[in-house]
């Protein structure tokens, strides 16, 4: 379990370093949820002359033509893709649940290793933690990837002047990446569930069987007799 957290928490951590940069660093491909390549007609947005270039939208919910960050009004994007975008905080929300879950399967590994806590506040602890990863699995798939997944679909389908100058749709790394941490993920907290199962089932045994030891070590009845040389 140690080798799958050290693997997803540098990923989730420089993800998350990612999506929270200023807009003065620049536009970054590792967040980048998708990219539409608009016609070369110019087009007046916020004050700002866009002409033709590549918009992409990343998962702090900022968009970008080319290298300048820009208003993502629905003139620019339109109007669906507009109303979506505040639903990319469900990429924080989960990679942040990610890093927690992590976190949270460690302490469960180091308590039950120390074998120095009640097994019901094992089972409490672990209780919480399958709710948090439940919870996870939850926002990555029906927030993080449908959210991505809507930003390339509305597009093409609706029907307004800004939708139809979007000529194509380019899915950005930070949604790939995603949807493979996505399932990544569902798989992580399934072995949680099942090796934390087998941990206090072991440690249930081990403390059953201490209990019968010291049961057969107290019961007169059960000690060996002591025969005494007759000389």
Request: charged share 20%.
């Amino acid at each position: 379990m140690y080798s799958v957290i050290l693997a997803f928490l540098p990923a989730s951590l420089d993800i998350l370093y990612h999506a929270y940069l200023p807009a003065s660093s620049g536009p970054s491909i590792v967040s980048t949820v998708v990219g539409y390549d608009r016609l070369a007609e110019g087009s007046s947005i916020g004050g700002e002359w866009v002409m033709g270039e590549r918009v992409t939208i990343d998962m702090s919910g900022r968009c970008w033509a080319g290298e300048k960050s820009v208003h993502c009004c629905s003139g620019l994007v339109g109007k669906g893709v507009s109303t979506i975008i505040p639903l990319l905080a469900s990429y924080q929300i989960f990679y942040g649940l990610l890093v927690f879950s992590l976190g949270l399967a460690a302490t469960f590994q180091l308590m039950a290793s120390r074998k120095s806590f009640e097994v019901e506040r094992l089972k409490e602890f672990r209780t919480f933690a399958l709710g948090v990863m439940v919870l996870k699995d939850f926002v990555s798939v029906c927030g993080a990837v449908f959210t991505g997944c809507a930003l390339m679909i509305v597009p093409l389908i609706e029907d307004s002047i800004p939708a139809d100058n979007i000529v194509d749709v380019r899915v950005g790394w930070g949604f790939v990446v995603t949807v493979f941490m996505a399932i990544l993920s569902c798989f992580f907290t399934l072995a949680f569930e099942n090796k934390s199962r087998k941990m206090l089932t072991d440690e249930e045994q081990s403390i059953r069987l201490g209990d019968d030891d010291v049961a057969y070590d107290e019961d007169p009845e059960k000690q060996p007799l002591l025969v005494e040389d007759v000389e």
